[in-house]
């Protein structure tokens, strides 16, 4: 059993930064593919980015484009999504997710999921 609680969002204007981060309960985390989704308002859930146990990350290139990171700190149990040069259609409810069996871009490969945390950026 894995509980993930997402923290760090928030209200930004257009090209400011939020960095989120997301706490994992359990003592295996080191095995667990992580992941980061996004909602937002009359959308899909949409992959953002993902990092494997020992570091293998991929990200929606045509969203994020270099915008933002993804990264781990196993010793703490938390994964990290920073964003930079934030636009209004990155607002949404974002997601961290987690997985025994690696990482996808799909939402069906993850089992654990936390509550989400808003992120709002103004125009």
């Known amino acids: 059993q894995v509980q993930l609680v997402e923290s760090g969002g928030g209200l930004v204007q257009t090209g400011g930064s939020l960095r989120l981060s997301c706490a994992a309960s359990?003592?295996?985390?080191?095995?667990?593919?992580m992941g980061w989704f996004r909602r937002a308002p009359g959308k899909d859930r949409e992959f953002v980015a993902s990092?494997?146990?020992?570091?293998?990350?991929?990200y929606n290139t045509d969203s994020v484009k270099g915008r933002f990171t993804i990264s781990r700190d196993n010793a703490k149990n938390t994964v990290y999504l920073q964003m930079n040069s934030l636009k209004p259609e990155d607002t949404a409810v974002y997601y961290c997710?987690?997985?025994?069996?690696?990482?996808?871009?799909?939402?069906?490969?993850?089992?654990?999921w936390g509550q989400g945390t808003q992120v709002t950026v103004s125009s």
């Open positions: 997710a987690a997985s025994q069996f690696g990482t996808s871009t799909s939402a069906a490969l993850y089992f654990y």
């Open positions: 990092i494997t146990g020992s570091g293998g990350i991929r």
């Open positions: 359990g003592r295996t985390f080191s095995s667990y593919g």
